[in-house]
């Protein structure tokens, strides 16, 4: 009997534990409980069902227990849910900013319904003519990383070189493209030839490579860069850090919002090469996209109209399932996914 | 016979071969030639009595084979002088900006006399009122390295907390000083009880530590800066660096001048700390000072008031005789000398 009591079975993802080294589809367990779809009488709260899940890499930060002066990366608690990126729809609202069926994005826990007791910090959805899943991508944190990073860390100039690792994930595969708008010639790197294949043929790459066939990745960047990197936007970190150093020219910016390769390692790899920095007058800066959020509006205004008139691609890895939700963060660790890893969990 | 055409002999500090690893007395050797004290006619060059020669860590890069895109960084030529900043007097000038008696400094040969075919390079010195050696350190490439670093790269805060290593060298006791005016808190390390002295005594650190003596550096640090560090200003690299990284605070800055401690390595250190640059959103940025020297006119400005009214220490280690320059410039990379490195090769 639907009434405004209404009671729901609610599938959570529970963090088991802390992690070291890969995490396995064993750190996390499905469990069900239950909801009113209801918030407390007098509660400010907002009361949403997820549609769709963001599996995001710095999640893995979350997976140890490191304690961190940032709560997007305090350790998630055992025995809690999962937190990350959804896009939900509002089910009841206690607070006048928000009502039932608006649609919004923000961090949030992995379950099909949750109450949120400060959905101040829940952005509202403003355009619906595209797709809700590109709030977890294009649209959301993925999108403030590839933006401001790009822009606000390199200030690329119409004819630099830009390397791009990671080329076809969730963030690079922007950076590719806004990288190309902005006149710079644009090479990435990926770990397949389905990969390398998106990178030229779909979202406009000027070149690509599988970096898991080539040896030797100082000569690869070599052959695609012979007169040098001018922005390399790091994802990886480690060794293919050092291998782009000595290939960087002279003012080189690099903008490091993720190190995938070292996420995993009890004893992060050495980079041998840093001493690089001071003749070629080198920066490295790191970032993180929270840093960025108050303006967010900068990102709408930009990529909107490109979406509208079809000029930016955008490929997202659509698991469907709560139940697969674990599959699919651990997949990124691997680099399963193809483009945007997304868990589909209900559609409105 | 003291005439126009006056032939002396010239002792040149010759460069032998290149070399890897730590640098020896014998990759110099002193050779005895003659220069006539008049330059040729028609020239636009000037003949200088070169006074003081600077002996500086960079010059290890231009000892290894390594080709550069700066001329300031590019190889020796085995059989030829060591070339370095130099204090000088013009002797003779077919130059019209300079005349006999002008004092000058910039990049010259480590001979007594030098004629110079683009003197345009050099530096005429404005001010006589304090020492001339100055112009190897505090007024010359060392001030520009320590200024421009600390104050457009780092762009210190009241209140900010600096951490300065090689702190007693030519750079470094600048920089702790420069961070003091600007109401900083400043530690500093050095590798002898002597220099740690010299930090706390006589340039005004808050706290200084012996870097030879502390097993654990990332202790060290831990203990001199509880809150952690925002700027540090880098000239050591490898594990230093990798001690410092996690003991930054969010949005911190390090300027990289320098990494003395792998100039002389095969293989340099990993560092394998750098992920930290995400989370903390780090700035690491390399820079030369020769970039600077168009803005050489600020240094002076910013400086000179402040050597004037005593306010400045500026500690040298001056070895008399160009037959020493080999010894004195390879004791820079043990720590030999204390304070900025100079050879007295004449007094006017």
Redesign the interface.
């Given at each position: 009997m639907a009434g405004e009591e209404e009671t729901v079975s609610n599938k959570q993802v529970i963090f088991k534990g802390y992690v070291s080294g890969f995490p396995k589809e064993t750190d996390m367990y499905l469990t069900t409980t239950s909801t009113k779809l209801k918030v407390p009488e007098g509660s400010k709260a907002v009361l949403v069902k997820n549609l769709y899940l963001s599996c995001d890499p710095y999640l893995r930060?979350r997976m140890s227990n490191i304690p961190?002066?940032?709560p997007e990366?305090s350790p998630f608690q055992p025995g809690s849910p999962i937190y990350g990126f959804v896009v939900a729809k509002v089910v009841d609202s206690g607070h006048p900013d928000f009502k039932k069926g608006d649609l919004v994005w923000g961090v949030n826990g992995w379950e099909e319904y949750s109450l949120i007791t400060e959905p101040e910090r829940l952005f509202k959805i403003p355009h619906t003519d595209v797709p809700l899943s590109y709030y977890t991508g294009l649209l959301g944190m993925p999108g403030v990383t590839a933006y401001f990073g790009l822009t606000d860390i390199c200030s690329p100039k119409e004819g630099e070189r830009v390397y791009v690792s990671a080329a076809s994930g969730a963030v690079g595969q922007l950076v590719g493209q806004f990288a190309k708008w902005m006149g710079c010639y644009v090479v990435g790197s990926a770990g397949s030839k389905q990969k390398v294949e998106l990178l030229k043929n779909k979202f406009g790459f000027d070149e690509a490579f599988n970096y898991k066939e080539e040896h030797d990745w100082n000569a690869a960047l070599k052959r695609y860069f012979p007169e040098g990197i001018d922005i390399y936007y790091e994802n990886v970190?480690g060794k293919m850090?050092d291998a782009v150093l000595p290939n960087m020219r002279?003012h080189g910016r690099i903008a490091?919002?993720?190190?995938i390769s070292?996420?995993n390692l009890q004893?992060?790899?050495?980079?041998?090469?840093?001493?690089?920095?001071?003749?070629?007058?080198?920066?490295?800066?790191?970032?993180?996209a929270f840093?960025y959020f108050s303006q967010y509006s900068r990102l709408l205004d930009f990529v909107v109209p490109y979406i509208r008139e079809g000029k930016i691609t955008y490929v997202e890895d659509i698991t469907e399932g709560i139940e697969n939700a674990p599959a699919a963060l651990i997949g990124l660790f691997s680099g399963r996914n193809v483009g945007k890893q997304v868990v589909a969990i209900a559609h409105e």
């Open positions: 930060f961190s002066e940032d990366f970190g850090l002279a490091a919002c993720g190190m070292q996420y004893q992060p790899e050495g980079v041998h090469n840093l001493a690089t920095i001071i003749l070629k007058r080198l920066r490295i800066q790191g970032f993180i840093d």
